[in-house]
């Protein structure tokens, strides 16, 4: 069977690289230790291989449907597999032990739900979801709102959603028009539509909590006007106790191009098909305050960012793995050296073309999991760094890196897929291999969570200026950091070391140029090839980060290490300067051209 994920690269980057096993000297952890952790990697690793991939497929060819009873319908096997995977506890494990958590790091979780999302991202979909969801209400719910709402999914008992697209208002959420209108009991009724809701609907648990954004009577207009709601499928009472349908309607299935075992729907709230108490609105509670909905969602909102490029990640690393095997066994064609036609062919993967596509993808897979793990890891010490400026400063650093780490991998992981089907020539292109559907699946990530243009104007507009440049100057730093460390090492970590830092140098001149007095306009006009470049240089860094932890140790896999940071940092970094080239133009193209012109 071939691997989802590999298990030594995660052990490497957790260990040898990032140090996770020293977070258990901190109090929060402290009845952890590696074994545990590796016991949860473990778990996560047998569910992905034994119960998510064997239904993976089935999911894709099988996709959700409306009953005539109006009622989700999907394979039988999905229930089946997620009661195994809500058996395992490993959706609480990272929660406090006052919400019945197991208190493990982060990172390790991450980990883990990359094994996961690797298995089946579509089946995979709905408990991260709903981590997501719980985390958000035990950060801002109230004391009784996370006992009803957020333990229950804690306990993978119920499944969680966030809605906030709608049709006629998906990315500018400043123009969504969902009300809520407040009751002498102190609940809302909210009417509405939201669209391209995951996990929206469905009968795989008894009870679906939506956390929605809507405006209340009277609210200003934009963001601002903004407030949360947490508004459940059934009411629920205060002992806990389901109660009558909540008025959420399921309107329609949305029918995708892959990741097709999560449902993607559009839900009416309020549309009078349920009516609670006879009386038609959606029944919900207020999340945080009033007018800051946007702002309490982002907690939800950037945890899922970073979950989409751990699921690019996972779809990408799925390919490379099944591509590697592939070139292993399929053989064909001779060398160059060797073209007697009486030789026997030769396995594809001897041809340096084919290798060049695996190195390719290597790179791209091996250097996102770092990404993501490297920001997993920054959580951790935002919550619990040994003095308030660390915890400050690595809460910068991921607010600053959340963009990046979303659309990086969600480009060039999807572009590793693209790589695998093509070493498996014809037969890639054919559902008798799994590599077309991983394509398909993460074809969505680039657009999940904010599109990777809405990253970009994110990172320029917002984050690489907020806080007088301070992130930027915290990143800069580790990476002058690195370059230190190895250029003292000598040798080709010399060398990397030496093109990351005079591209590091590239960067932050560009980029004062674009925000001091350069055409703001043009350079957010072309904000998408600063994210690239931007997410080219810190994925360059993380290489000589694992180059200078592989350092000076022998065998295949840290051989490998090698040769995909000498790749990346000689074929991939060069890339940076074109595209910060093209920023420093200032060219106006698509500011200026007449759209009758397209």
């Known amino acids: 069977m071939t691997r989802v994920l590999s298990r030594q690269d995660v052990d490497f980057l957790l260990y040898d690289w990032l140090g996770v096993d020293r977070l258990a000297e901190r109090e929060h952890y402290a009845e952890h230790d590696r074994e545990t952790f590796d016991a949860t990697l473990d778990l996560a690793e047998k569910i992905a291989e034994d119960v998510f991939a ?33 058996d395992s506890g490993l959706t ?78 998906g990315s500018s959420l400043g123009d969504l028009t969902t009300t809520a209108v407040p009751q002498d009991d102190g609940t809302y009724r909210l009417t509405g539509s939201k669209m391209w809701i995951s996990g929206g609907d469905h009968e795989l648990t008894d009870n679906i909590v939506h956390l ?26 205060d002992d806990g106790s389901l109660g009558e349908r909540n008025d959420v309607a399921l309107v329609g299935l949305n029918h995708k191009m892959g990741y097709r075992g999560t449902t993607n729907t559009l839900l009416s709230f309020g549309s009078g098909a349920h009516e609670p108490g006879g009386r038609p609105g959606a029944v919900g509670e207020l999340v945080g305050e009033l007018g800051r909905g946007l702002t309490v969602m982002f907690h939800m909102m950037n945890e899922a960012r970073i979950g989409v490029g751990a699921g690019a990640v996972a779809l990408g690393y799925n390919g490379y793995l099944r591509a590697l095997d592939y070139a292993r066994t399929r053989t064909q064609g001779r060398p160059l050296a060797q073209r007697d036609p009486a030789t026997a062919p030769v396995p594809i993967i001897d041809h340096p073309d084919v290798r060049r596509m695996l190195l390719t993808q290597k790179a791209y897979v091996e ?16 919550a619990t760094g040994d003095t308030a400026e660390a915890r400050g400063t690595a809460s910068g650093l991921l ?38 559907q991983l394509y398909r699946d993460n074809r969505l990530n680039p657009i999940h969570e904010g599109t990777h243009g809405i990253q970009a104007l994110d990172l320029l507009g917002r984050k690489v200026p907020q806080r007088e440049g301070a992130d930027l100057g915290e990143l800069a730093a580790r990476i002058g950091d690195t370059v230190a460390r190895g250029k003292a090492l000598g040798g080709a970590t010399a060398e ?17 140029g674009l925000l001091l007095g350069g055409d703001v306009e043009a350079a957010l006009a072309n904000a998408s090839y600063y994210l690239e470049a931007f997410g080219h240089l810190v994925v360059a860094w993380l290489w000589v980060e694992q180059e200078i932890a592989a350092h000076g140790r022998e065998g295949s896999f840290f051989e490998g290490k090698r040769g995909a940071a000498h790749y990346f940092l000689t074929y991939e970094l060069p890339l940076v300067e074109s595209w910060l080239g093209i920023l420093r133009t200032g060219d106006r193209t698509t500011v200026d051209l007449d759209p009758t012109a397209l």
Request: hydrophobic residues 45%.
């Open 92 to 169: 609480a494990s990272s929660f406090s032990h006052d919400h019945g958590g197991a208190q493990l790091p982060y990172v390790v979780r991450a980990a883990a739900s990359t094994f996961l999302g690797a298995g089946s991202v579509g089946a995979y979909a709905y408990p991260a979801l709903s981590l997501g969801n719980a985390s958000l209400l035990v950060a801002h719910g109230t004391t009784e709102q996370v006992a009803k709402y957020a333990v229950p999914q804690i306990e993978s008992r119920w499944f969680g959603t966030m809605c906030l697209s709608e049709p006629d208002a």
């Open 54 to 86: 064997p239904i993976n497929q089935v999911l894709d060819a099988q996709e959700p449907r409306m009953g005539s009873d109006g009622k989700v319908e999907q394979p039988e096997e999905l229930a089946k597999a997620l009661r195994v995977y809500a």
């Open 367 to 382: 250097g996102g999991l770092a990404l993501i793990l490297y920001c997993a890891r920054l959580v951790d010490e935002a």
């Open 399 to 436: 607010d600053l890196l959340t963009p990046v780490a979303k659309s990086w991998p969600s480009q060039w992981c999807l572009k590793a897929n693209d790589l695998a089907i093509q070493v498996h020539g014809g037969y890639g292109y054919t559902r008798d291999f799994t590599v077309e």
């Open 496 to 512: 990397h070391s030496t093109a990351l830092a005079a591209t590091l140098d590239q960067l932050l001149e560009t980029t004062q």
């Open 212 to 237: 929605v954004l809507a405006r209340t009577p009277g609210a200003p207009a934009g963001v601002k006007g903004i407030s949360l709601f947490v508004v459940p499928k059934f009411l629920v009472g």
